[in-house]
């Protein structure tokens, strides 16, 4: 199967310029492909993933990423899927946020071999160039009555808010970045998502009249879930890229929790399994939907695509702990996975002799009443093992990393790290 079927099987492709003609380029040797991300915050987020896999696989097919920051068009913003004009950055807010997508970018891509990926920021080539240039050079290039006839354009001027120049301007800075790039770095083809169309199109045109060279461009459906909500969007608000903004373990019980519809289309478009793997899992999911085997495939995959298989691992574990595992059998890793994500507290070992007084202190139990109340009916449980009323916390083996895992009835935990 050639990688544009192979994408068609996967719903990856929305539109492309002449499919024959593609096709035949990419067969006939490695090309140079890119995709752009606007650093509009200090870390991409899931909605932003489907792009960076785009580029694995066209680089395990064997052709070329370039992956752009967009230090110059963040400045802008794209109008296109906005109802109104997004804030502009300041330039040390933006250095700052390319700085940070930039590593992020840097996880999915192999930047060494014969396929390596480059990583650019269209500042670099656009910063320079003066708005005289930018006018002569670019816009003399377009005429008004086409870009006004750009769906995100349209949109915008019909709309309550209208549309700055800055952002009308968008689309002309996305060409001129496909036409540097094909100029300086053999880059053939742009993808983008379907709202990106447009200024895919404007850059192919750029690249026609400037150089006279023939480019290619496709994009791929927006991501959406079956139930309609945005891709990436969690009850926590965005579903970030960066660990410190969500927590791998975060990251993972996301796809854990997605609906059964949805499986099916997010292994096929987010992971790097076969189709055939892909139907031989989603297969045996459906004949037992209860043990969720389609959304661990994918949660497992996409985790340590992000994040890496450590990781991944223990974000695993640590779910296992908080949803009823032996928390003996964790690791050191997976019980620093679990203390991002339950309340703690430090005690000493002396502390620990007063069994009560640690219940009331990690707010397990409301009142020293409570404590007893719930002990007497085996409602708490420290490292896994029931705890009597005459417990003496102080002689419980740890966890690795001194831990002491406390728990109360199924859900409700706390972390206390034992100190000297």
């Given amino acids: 199967m050639s990688l544009l079927a192979d994408l068609d099987v996967r719903g990856l492709l929305h539109d492309s310029t002449d499919r024959a003609a593609l096709e035949a380029r990419l067969s006939s040797g490695p090309i140079g492909v890119y995709v752009g991300f606007d650093p509009t915050a200090d870390s991409l987020h899931a909605g932003n993933l489907l792009g960076q896999v785009m580029l694995r696989r066209f680089q395990l097919a064997g052709h070329r990423p370039v992956v752009l920051a967009g230090g110059a068009t963040g400045m802008v913003g794209d109008p296109g899927g906005r109802s109104e004009e997004r804030n502009l950055l300041d330039r040390e807010t933006l250095a700052h946020n390319v700085a940070c997508v930039k590593k992020q970018l840097e996880r999915i891509l192999d930047f060494d071999g014969p396929y390596?990926?480059?990583?650019?920021?269209?500042?670099?080539?656009?910063?320079?160039?003066?708005?005289?240039?930018?006018?002569?050079?670019?816009?003399?290039?377009?005429?008004?009555?086409?870009?006004?006839?750009?769906?995100?354009?349209?949109?915008?001027?019909?709309?309550?808010?209208?549309?700055?120049?800055?952002?009308?301007?968008?689309?002309?800075?996305?060409?001129?970045?496909?036409?540097?790039?094909?100029?300086?770095?053999?880059?053939?083809?742009?993808?983008?998502?379907?709202?990106?169309?447009?200024?895919?199109?404007?850059?192919?045109?750029?690249?026609?009249?400037?150089?006279?060279?023939?480019?290619?461009?496709?994009?791929?459906?927006?991501?959406?879930?079956?139930?309609?909500?945005?891709?990436?969007?969690?009850?926590?608000?965005?579903?970030?890229?960066?660990?410190?903004?969500?927590?791998?373990?975060?990251?993972?019980?996301?796809?854990?929790?997605?609906?059964?519809?949805?499986?099916?289309?997010?292994?096929?478009?987010?992971?790097?399994?076969?189709?055939?793997?892909?139907?031989?899992?989603?297969?045996?999911?459906?004949?037992?939907?209860?043990?969720?085997?389609?959304?661990?495939?994918?949660?497992?995959?996409?985790?340590?695509?992000?994040?890496?298989?450590?990781?991944?691992?223990?974000?695993?574990?640590?779910?296992?702990?908080?949803?009823?595992?032996?928390?003996?059998?964790?690791?050191?890793?997976?019980?620093?996975?679990?203390?991002?994500?339950?309340?703690?507290?430090?005690?000493?070992?002396?502390?620990?002799?007063?069994?009560?007084?640690?219940?009331?202190?990690?707010q397990l139990a409301q009142s020293n009443s409570d404590a007893r109340r719930t002990l007497a009916q085996k409602g708490f449980r420290a490292n896994g093992q029931v705890l009597s009323d005459d417990a003496d916390l102080s002689s419980v083996t740890l966890l690795p990393g001194n831990y002491l895992l406390l728990r109360r009835g199924k859900t409700q935990h706390h972390l206390v790290r034992v100190e000297g």
């Avoid at 461009?217 to 410190?244: E, I, N």
């Avoid at 059964?260 to 189709?275: I, Y």
């Fill in 116 to 362: 390596a990926a480059r990583l650019v920021d269209n500042a670099d080539w656009t910063a320079p160039m003066s708005a005289l240039d930018f006018l002569r050079d670019v816009g003399k290039h377009f005429t008004v009555n086409q870009m006004v006839a750009k769906e995100s354009v349209r949109a915008r001027m019909e709309s309550e808010h209208g549309i700055s120049y800055t952002e009308f301007s968008y689309m002309l800075l996305q060409a001129n970045d496909f036409r540097h790039l094909c100029e300086h770095e053999n880059v053939e083809m742009q993808m983008g998502g379907s709202d990106q169309w447009g200024n895919i199109t404007a850059g192919i045109e750029l690249i026609r009249r400037r150089t006279s060279r023939h480019a290619f461009g496709l994009t791929w459906p927006l991501l959406t879930r079956s139930d309609g909500a945005k891709m990436g969007k969690s009850v926590h608000g965005a579903l970030w890229l960066d660990s410190d903004k969500t927590s791998p373990y975060q990251f993972r019980q996301y796809w854990i929790q997605l609906p059964d519809d949805d499986v099916e289309r997010f292994l096929l478009q987010l992971t790097l399994r076969s189709v055939d793997d892909v139907r031989s899992i989603v297969a045996e999911h459906r004949a037992a939907p209860e043990k969720r085997i389609g959304q661990r495939a994918l949660a497992t995959d996409v985790t340590a695509l992000v994040h890496g298989a450590d990781a991944e691992r223990a974000a695993a574990e640590a779910a296992d702990v908080l949803f009823g595992g032996d928390p003996a059998l964790a690791s050191r890793a997976a019980l620093d996975a679990v203390a991002r994500e339950v309340p703690r507290t430090a005690m000493s070992r002396a502390q620990l002799g007063d069994l009560v007084s640690v219940l009331t202190t990690t």
